[in-house]
């Protein structure tokens, strides 16, 4: 099944279902749900659901020294979770990265906190678990004391591990106002969280400090970093490049443009979706989640708020 059936399958049970951890419960009470792993270096590997939607792109490094998580998925997947990674290595998990603060990529922060792991993430991501807790899509999940990051930083973190290094750092208000995006830069590898979409409109949540502006800024960052070899780890869709990024930048800043024309020509919104701005990229990149309609209602009101 394409990542595209995945979720159309599993928005068709609940719209809500893809980023709410209790309502996608049901989803993933069907059987068959399982993490497949990609090598991408000796040791660093992606993690990803398959059979079923089961949250954000997972990275996971190991070795000697003991395993990084970064991500944990949705909660009712914990167990297939902790399957998968122990097919991989015997290694406690000593340190968790949260990318951002939404229930489909830190909904195992719990179970793993609990279990002796130590969360780094940015300072605003903890900010926003303590007071507001986790971000669904229908309001918000709250996070217990395990689940709250232990260490925070509020530019970059450098991990020194298993003769490796992990470059941890912020992206200014882009997909929320507390991503973070990991450059493993011996192996040139760079889990961008969902600051990458791959092949999919992105979701910018606005409504947790996430910008247009922002998220493209961040995407030039990573593609700054990368070369016709990287590989870039999304938040979504399967493993990319750095062709597939500027792919997403280009789209992104094609439809901003063509939006902001329309903006300045003085449309309303019902105008401006009317006339439907990005419909040659519908093919290609609306999906379940962020149709080409809702893609353009965030372009609107990023442009007049
Ligand atoms: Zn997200």
Same mark, same amino acid.
């Given at each position: 099944?394409?990542?595209?059936?995945?979720?159309?399958?599993?928005?068709?049970?609940?719209?809500?279902?893809? $980023?709410?951890?209790? $309502?996608?419960?049901?989803?993933?009470?069907?059987?068959?749900?399982?993490?497949?792993?990609?090598?991408?270096?000796?040791?660093?590997?992606?993690?990803?659901?398959?059979?079923?939607?089961?949250?954000?792109?997972? !990275?996971?490094?190991?070795?000697?020294?003991?395993? +990084?998580?970064?991500?944990?998925?949705?909660?009712?997947?914990?167990?297939?979770? $902790?399957?998968?990674?122990?097919?991989?290595?015997?290694?406690?998990?000593?340190? $968790?990265?949260?990318?951002?603060?939404?229930?489909?990529?830190?909904? !195992?922060?719990?179970?793993?906190?609990?279990?002796?792991?130590? =969360?780094?993430?940015?300072?605003?991501?903890?900010?926003?678990?303590?007071?507001?807790?986790?971000?669904?899509?229908?309001?918000?999940?709250?996070?217990?004391?395990?689940?709250?990051? +232990?260490? #925070?930083?509020?530019?970059? +973190?450098?991990?020194?591990?298993?003769?490796?290094?992990?470059? +941890?750092?912020?992206? /200014?208000?882009?997909? #929320?106002?507390?991503?973070?995006?990991?450059?493993?830069?011996?192996?040139?590898?760079?889990?961008?969280?969902?600051?990458?979409?791959?092949?999919?409109?992105?979701?910018?949540?606005?409504?947790?400090?996430?910008?247009?502006?922002?998220?493209?800024?961040?995407?030039?960052?990573?593609?700054?970093?990368?070369?016709?070899?990287?590989?870039?780890?999304?938040?979504?869709?399967?493993?990319?490049?750095?062709?597939?990024?500027?792919?997403?930048?280009?789209?992104?800043?094609?439809?901003?443009?063509?939006?902001?024309?329309?903006?300045?020509?003085?449309?309303? /919104?019902?105008?401006?979706?009317?006339?439907?701005?990005?419909?040659?990229?519908?093919?290609?990149?609306?999906?379940?989640? =962020?149709?080409?309609?809702?893609?353009?209602?965030?372009?609107?009101?990023?442009?007049?708020?």
């Amino acid at each position: 099944m394409s990542l595209k059936s995945v979720f159309a399958a599993l928005l068709a049970l609940s719209p809500a279902a893809l $980023l709410d951890p209790a $309502l996608a419960q049901d989803a993933m009470q069907e059987p068959g749900i399982t993490f497949q792993s990609t090598e991408l270096a000796p040791g660093l590997y992606m993690l990803e659901g398959v059979g079923g939607f089961a949250g954000g792109n997972l !990275g996971l490094l190991f070795g000697e020294d003991g395993a +990084v998580l970064i991500d944990d998925g949705l909660p009712p997947l914990t167990d297939e979770l $902790l399957e998968a990674i122990g097919k991989l290595t015997k290694e406690p998990i000593e340190f $968790l990265v949260n990318t951002h603060v939404h229930g489909d990529h830190i909904g !195992g922060n719990e179970a793993f906190g609990e279990a002796g792991a130590t =969360i780094v993430a940015h300072d605003k991501l903890r900010e926003r678990l303590a007071a507001e807790g986790m971000t669904t899509a229908t309001g918000q999940a709250p996070a217990p004391e395990d689940a709250l990051p +232990v260490v #925070t930083f509020s530019d970059s +973190v450098t991990f020194h591990l298993n003769g490796r290094s992990a470059y +941890v750092f912020h992206v /200014e208000r882009a997909h #929320t106002d507390g991503d973070a995006v990991i450059h493993f830069r011996n192996d040139n590898v760079i889990h961008a969280g969902d600051v990458l979409f791959h092949s999919l409109f992105p979701f910018i949540d606005l409504d947790s400090g996430g910008s247009v502006k922002g998220f493209l800024a961040a995407q030039k960052r990573i593609l700054a970093l990368a070369d016709e070899s990287t590989k870039i780890i999304p938040g979504h869709g399967e493993l990319a490049g750095k062709a597939d990024l500027a792919a997403a930048i280009a789209m992104l800043e094609d439809s901003l443009a063509r939006v902001r024309t329309l903006v300045e020509a003085g449309k309303t /919104e019902a105008e401006i979706l009317a006339a439907n701005p990005l419909a040659d990229y519908h093919d290609d990149w609306n999906w379940g989640f =962020i149709t080409t309609e809702r893609m353009t209602k965030t372009l609107v009101r990023e442009l007049t708020e």
